[in-house]
């Protein structure tokens, strides 16, 4: 790596998004430094009467969840979504722009037993929660009304997560949502520039320089972007490129759980604590175009930073101006490959 990017303030472009975030490596050299608190692991029962999520109970809306052994998915009983919103548009002069969205939201059950995360899970299990996601994304994504399908998992109260139950949850919308409109356009630009996913070029140079590689196996790898901007911050990218995860054969699919199991178990390591982070897929539109130039891939963005209980903010200048990170994805990288 350019020792200036390991001395200086820099900023650094994210090819995915087209957009920049600032690093300042001066300002936090050793990621260690200060009190690491380790908190005992929470201790949680195989069932919980009280939780609407486990099998057999009522759920906040009244409908009842069967016994159900592995995986279960049901419809939102609060969605943020609806199918059956009226379409319509607000347009007043260039200013004052709204329109009608409609959609569904899923939630995934990952495993009956209450007291798991997704590393402790087997791939196995894990297996079938890929599986479901692939039904899910073909199902939903067959609806002419549904264009996007976001799947993705909450883990932890300090990301907003109500329920521990291992759990994740899909909203497909008839738009295509603000992030992944960014890498549609990055994306379509690079390959009919290159003729090439920019995710196939961009993971085959990860692997040469192999300075934010954590692992890889046969069909995936798990990277720190170059362009990270959480403080562990990692990818799940394919080797083989692919538009979606329908285009996965079998042994991918195990590879994908296996590797969803080791990344989360690294991440636990890292301050001895069940680590909390929102991760999600990332994949071509459900519009019924080809969409060569898409090369999915799974995001994780975890908040800690230095300890246990202190979260990374984006806060004042990364509100108001570009987001900003200490550690480099260099460092970090490191550190989550030590743990490997």
């Given at each position: 790596m350019d020792k200036n990017l390991n001395e200086y303030p820099h900023r650094r472009y994210?090819?995915?998004?087209?957009?920049w975030v600032l690093v300042s490596p001066h300002r936090s050299k050793r990621p260690w430094q200060g009190q690491v608190e380790k908190h005992s692991a929470e201790v949680r029962?195989?069932?919980?009467?009280?939780?609407?999520?486990?099998?057999?109970?009522?759920?906040?809306?009244?409908?009842?969840?069967p016994d159900y052994k592995d995986v279960y998915v049901f419809t939102n009983d609060f969605s943020a979504l609806l199918k059956d919103s009226?379409?319509?548009?607000v347009v007043e002069d260039d200013i004052f722009k709204a329109e009608s969205e409609k959609g569904i939201c899923r939630v995934i059950c990952f495993s009956p037993d209450h007291s798991l995360t997704v590393p402790q899970m087997k791939v196995e299990d894990i297996r079938k929660v890929v599986d479901l996601w692939i039904e899910?994304?073909?199902?939903?994504?067959?609806d002419p009304e549904i264009n996007y399908v976001q799947i993705f998992e909450n883990k932890g109260e300090i990301m907003g997560c109500s329920n521990p139950h291992p759990h994740g949850q899909i909203w497909a919308s008839q738009k295509l949502p603000v992030e992944p409109s960014?890498?549609?356009?990055?994306?379509?630009?690079?390959?009919?520039?290159?003729?090439?996913?920019?995710?196939?070029?961009?993971?085959?140079?990860e692997l040469q320089k192999d300075e934010r590689v954590i692992f890889e196996n046969n069909h995936f790898a798990a990277v720190v972007p170059f362009w990270a901007t959480w403080p562990y911050e990692a990818m799940i990218i394919p080797k083989r490129a692919m538009a979606r995860?329908?285009?996965?054969?079998?042994?991918?699919?195990?590879?994908?759980?296996?590797?969803?199991?080791?990344?989360?178990?690294?991440?636990?390591?890292?301050?001895d604590v069940s680590f909390p982070y929102s991760a999600g897929i990332h994949q071509a539109?459900?519009?019924?175009?080809?969409?060569?130039?898409?090369?999915?891939?799974?995001?994780?963005?975890?908040?800690?930073?230095?300890?246990?209980?202190?979260?990374?903010?984006?806060?004042?200048?990364?509100?108001?101006?570009?987001?900003?990170?200490?550690?480099?994805?260099?460092?970090?990288?490191?550190?989550?490959?030590?743990?490997?």
């Open positions: 994210n090819a995915l998004t087209g957009e029962p195989q069932y919980d009467p009280g939780c609407y999520l486990c099998p057999g109970n009522s759920r906040s809306g009244g409908e009842q969840n009226p379409d319509f548009d899910e994304y073909q199902t939903l994504g067959s960014k890498k549609q356009h990055s994306q379509q630009e690079y390959f009919q520039k290159h003729g090439s996913t920019l995710l196939s070029d961009y993971l085959q140079k995860i329908t285009d996965m054969t079998n042994d991918e699919k195990t590879a994908l759980a296996e590797t969803y199991k080791r990344l989360t178990m690294i991440y636990d390591k890292v301050f539109p459900t519009d019924g175009k080809e969409h060569n130039e898409w090369h999915w891939h799974m995001a994780f963005y975890p908040p800690l930073l230095r300890s246990a209980t202190v979260k990374k903010f984006m806060v004042g200048y990364e509100m108001l101006a570009t987001p900003q990170r200490d550690i480099t994805p260099e460092s970090a990288a490191q550190i989550l490959k030590n743990l490997n």
